[in-house]
């Protein structure tokens, strides 16, 4: 099974300032397609999950432009580029190369 | 806009039978997207349960798999979540989502439902 790992847990962030969470993943999520199959998501506090970053650099539909994706194989990588208040919440990684796993989240909460 | 509710009880006995159903609204569920539950214990992160295809594909977790089942019904525009022999491990908000073509890329979550497995 692919392990996810997601750093850092916590991550105290300062609006107007950039941020960026790590997610690593136990094996290539390069399928043989040529496409990475890495998403993110953000869970707003009392919210679902909503998608922000698919094929692990695109934006999904609505997302600004502040959140990028990057990485390949294994590395990945989500920066927010100027961090707005309404930004905070649980950012998971999740690979679909095989059966779906979500990595632990990484909690953003401002200073 | 697509819509998905998730219904069913929210309190289910042990070893009994979870049975859930996604609704799925301002939009056709017979596309070419898969259909999944994700489910979220109590302050704990996301796990995916499983899938299904509009042609009635499925995908499981394997860890899951031997309790899982999902169906679909495309005339009635939704999807149905059955985990069986239940314990308390398996309280948890259960969500349903919308996938891409493949398992990811979920796009559209249902609210979630609380369902709280306990005598």
């Known amino acids: 099974d692919i392990v996810m790992t997601q750093s850092p847990l916590s991550l105290p962030v300062t609006p107007g300032e950039p941020a960026s969470i790590s997610c690593r993943s136990s094996q290539s999520l390069l399928h043989s397609n040529g496409y990475t199959y890495l998403d993110w998501y953000l869970q707003k506090p009392g919210q679902s999950p909503q998608l922000l970053i698919y094929l692990a650099s695109n934006r999904a539909s609505g997302v600004p432009d502040r959140f990028s994706g990057s990485g390949s194989g294994t590395d990945f990588t989500l920066k927010i580029s100027r961090v707005e208040a309404e930004d905070v919440g649980v950012y998971y990684c999740m690979q679909g190369v095989e059966s779906p796993v979500f990595g632990g989240g990484t909690k953003v909460e401002i200073k | 806009q697509l819509q998905l509710q998730e219904s069913g009880p929210g309190l289910v006995k042990p070893s009994e039978t979870l049975s859930l159903t996604c609704i799925v609204s301002?939009?056709?569920?017979?596309?070419?997207?898969?259909w999944g539950w994700i489910r979220q214990a109590p302050g704990k992160g996301l796990e995916w349960i499983g899938s299904i295809h509009n042609t009635g594909i499925t995908y499981y977790n394997p860890s899951l798999k031997s309790r899982v089942t999902i169906s679909i019904d495309t005339s009635r525009n939704q999807f149905s979540l059955k985990l069986t022999s239940v314990t308390a491990a398996d309280t948890a908000v259960y969500y349903c989502?919308?996938?891409?073509?493949?398992?990811?890329?979920?796009?559209?979550w249902g609210q979630g439902t609380l369902v709280t497995v306990s005598s």
């Open positions: 301002g939009g056709s569920i017979n596309t070419n997207n898969n």
């Open positions: 989502a919308r996938h891409g073509q493949w398992l990811g890329r979920s796009d559209f």
